[in-house]
């Protein structure tokens, strides 16, 4: 089993960047696709990015793509979600997930507690 903590959210006006940080814990962290989703309110939980277990793959959702960047550290058992040119739209809990069978974490894989993100405009 894989414990997964977000990090990194907060207040930021439109324009600026966060960088989000997801540190896992239990299994090795390496063997795990890791991905970022986020939910609104009054929304779905929505895709953002994902990570293969080596880093050399990316999949954004279009709403990312040019602003959002994702990594990760295996030496650290950490990801990363860098966001810049954040737009209000971008309000959200974002979540951290990891799984073992899937590029893209799906809702029965592990999953974090989420991190609030807030951009004022």
């Known amino acids: 089993q894989v414990h997964l903590v977000e990090s990194g959210g907060g207040l930021v006006q439109a324009g600026g960047s966060l960088r989000l940080s997801c540190a896992a814990s239990?299994?090795?962290?390496?063997?795990?696709?890791m991905g970022w989703f986020r939910q609104a309110p009054g929304k779905e939980r929505r895709f953002v990015a994902a990570?293969?277990?080596?880093?050399?793959?990316?999949d954004y959702a279009d709403s990312a793509k040019g602003r959002f960047t994702i990594s990760r550290d295996n030496t650290r058992n950490t990801g990363y979600l860098q966001m810049n040119s954040l737009k209000p739209e971008d309000t959200a809990i974002y979540f951290c997930?990891?799984?073992?069978?899937?590029?893209?974490?799906?809702?029965?894989?592990?999953w974090g507690q989420g991190t609030q993100v807030t951009v004022s405009s």
């Open positions: 990570i293969n277990t080596y880093g050399d793959k990316k």
């Open positions: 997930a990891a799984s073992d069978s899937s590029m893209i974490p799906a809702e029965n894989d592990y």
């Open positions: 239990g299994r090795t962290f390496s063997r795990y696709a």
